[in-house]
């Protein structure tokens, strides 16, 4: 019996180089339902709406200037006809045919409105980045299912404790379709995945971790591109949650001490390989930790009838 008909959606922009990748890795799963591919392109200069083409993907063009991260998601959505919405990052890479196919089992439980994946670094990644990705929480090796049945309303608990449990990341991840029709992503500039967990925790659905289903995904900042996205990290969860994730120099200094102690320890598991890139750890490390710092002095109070 054909399984429900999946969804995969993608916003794309000048991305030709990983979906050479990615678009391969979609037909190639081993998934016994319909799949199709729907990709929203924001002006690409680079052959990715030709390539997006030759994989049979649907493509609607957008302007670059009507790009939002929940916004062109849901307009994305709107056009989708499968059962369960996937939301893909157009830089990641799905590590093998069994990806699709685990990231939907949670759907067995009618509970579960969403469902992410384990994210991991490219092989290739250097040690920096490496350690970067495998320290989060996407890159767990153990699968489980969140509700509020326990804890109450999410809101009750501590910032820094409802920031982890809200944890939801669409760089790769599934949501049922009827769910999100009833709960998109909220109109937000960043943390669109958050900000939705809240809402169908709220709501009484449970979200899924599946540490069964594995993409591979990593960015190599320069400080200066680090110093801005963790800026913008820290401003969201300051405004979303009330957390701020640096809010002294002193803890400033500390972050920096732990981030370059943290990168040290790697490498040396690691046995010393790409040791060399320590040098960059001082000023990649400060600029992580200062946009932290700078993010949570100079957001921007969310409006509380938001909806987050």
């Known amino acids: 019996m054909p399984l429900p008909k999946a969804s995969i959606l993608l916003p794309t922009w000048n ?95 009618e509970r579960v409105a969403g469902s992410c994946a384990r994210v991991l670094p490219f092989p290739e990644s250097d040690p920096l980045t490496a350690r970067t990705v495998l320290d989060l929480p996407e890159a767990g090796e153990t699968s ?33 379709a009827e769910v999100f029709r009833e709960y998109p992503f909220p109109e937000v500039e960043f943390g669109e995945d958050f900000a939705w967990a809240a809402r169908v925790l709220t709501a009484g659905y449970r979200i899924a971790f599946q540490a069964d289903s594995v993409v591979h995904h990593a960015h190599r900042y320069s400080p200066k591109e680090a110093f801005r996205r963790y800026q913008v990290d820290a401003a969201f969860h300051r405004a979303a949650h009330g957390w701020n994730m640096r809010p002294s120099l002193v803890s400033v200094l500390r972050g920096w001490l732990f981030e370059l102690a943290s990168d040290l320890d790697h490498v040396k598991r690691d046995r010393w390989k790409g040791a060399s890139h320590l040098l960059r750890a001082p000023a990649l490390r400060g600029a992580q930790v200062l946009g932290q710092y700078q993010g949570g002095r100079t957001y921007r109070p969310l409006d509380p009838c938001s909806g987050l």
Do not use: M
């Not at 200069?45 to 939002?68: N, V």
């Not at 608990?157 to 790769?172: C, G, I, K, W």
């Open 144 to 176: 489980f299912v969140r509700d509020l049945d326990e804890i109450g309303p999410v809101w009750a608990v501590d910032a820094e404790t409802r920031v982890h449990y809200l944890r939801f990341n669409n760089v790769a991840s599934a949501i049922r």
């Open 15 to 109: 991305g030709a180089d990983t979906l050479c990748d990615l678009l391969p890795r979609i037909r190639s799963q081993d998934y016994r339902g319909e799949v199709e591919v729907i990709a929203f392109d924001s002006g690409s200069t680079d052959g990715t709406c030709e390539l997006l083409q030759q994989h049979g993907a649907r493509l609607e063009r957008i302007d670059k200037r009507e790009f939002s991260h929940g916004g062109t998601r849901n307009r994305i959505a709107a056009e989708a006809e499968g059962e369960y919405l996937v939301f893909l990052s157009q830089d990641v890479v799905p590590k093998d045919e069994t990806f699709l196919r685990h990231l939907l089992e949670p759907f067995g439980d």
